[in-house]
């Protein structure tokens, strides 16, 4: 589980309270049941509005997968990528397909099996940057309805305050009530900046930073599969493929030579 996503969203909540308590409020003011139903029914209606009923089923997955930890190891899968060339070079292409089933990347697998069936390299590029154009569309989708989420929701909280002021303003003849009617009022744009800088917005640039990740690490496998299929040196295809790291990974000690095969 990635813990750092609900650390995150309870500190924050606990900051609030916290703060609330030392400025002197009560927590059972900001409690308001219509407020609630105004935010989170009236946000969410506009995303069912905006997107597929198939996609709008999918938003309880998006956002869970912000608190699943989905490591993606570049360097793993260079050293995979390595050790997957040094046999091709010494025993040949369908020596590959033997390995197949050792790997637990399905990218991984469906380009191997597509250069050990002999297709042409353009045609492997093509099928493996559909793939890839396939998930990150996926991705797009999903972290763009975390993001309306985030954007929707302190709208939603300004138009419930305005529901609030026209009550409070209808009910004028009660002077002594205007200050608990604007307290209400206001609870609604409270909800919706929680909603969207407490959960929504932290929560999508968290998927955007792991779409990020996968991306690169599929880029990188592809990348390795090419140079395997144009039957490049080994040692030129790490070299090539560390390129895409940032500096810290390339410092990073590399096995020896043989080792992977082991």
């Known amino acids: 589980m990635e813990i750092s996503t609900l650390i995150g969203i309870v500190l924050a909540i606990m900051f609030l309270v916290i703060g609330i308590y030392w400025g002197g409020g009560v927590i059972d003011m900001y ?18 509005t ?3 009923i198939g996609d709008f089923l999918s938003l309880p997955k998006v956002i869970g997968m912000s608190f699943k930890r989905i490591a993606f190891d570049p360097v793993g899968g260079i050293n995979t990528i390595v050790s997957l060339a040094n046999i091709a070079r010494k025993e040949g292409m369908l020596a590959l397909e033997e390995r197949v089933n050792d790997l637990d990347d399905e990218f991984l697998k469906k380009g191997i099996m597509l250069v050990v069936d002999g297709t042409d390299p353009e045609l492997v590029k093509n ?12 991705h797009t989708k999903g972290i763009g309805m ?12 300004m138009l419930g305050t305005l529901i609030g002021l026209i009550i409070m303003l209808d009910n004028m ?3 002594e009530s205007l200050g608990s009617g604007m307290s209400a009022a206001l609870i609604t744009t409270f909800y919706g900046s929680l909603l969207a800088n407490a959960i929504a917005i932290p929560i999508a640039t968290k998927l955007k930073t792991s779409s990020k990740n996968e991306i690169m690490y599929k880029e ?3 990348e390795g ?5 144009a039957g490049e040196n080994p040692r030129i295809i790490e070299e090539k493929l560390y390129s895409f790291l940032p500096r810290s990974a390339k410092e990073a000690p590399k096995p020896e030579e043989g080792a992977l095969e082991e």
């Open 31 to 48: 409690i308001d049941p219509a407020s609630i139903m105004i935010v989170i029914g009236g946000t969410l209606a506009s995303v069912f």
């Open 173 to 175: 003849e009660d002077p």
């Open 127 to 138: 099928i493996m940057e559909a793939e890839l154009g396939s998930v990150e569309g996926r």
């Open 146 to 157: 975390v993001e309306q989420i985030g954007s929707l929701g302190p709208a939603f909280g």
């Open 220 to 222: 990188i496998l592809l």
């Open 50 to 52: 905006s997107y597929s």
């Open 225 to 229: 599969l090419l140079s395997i299929q």
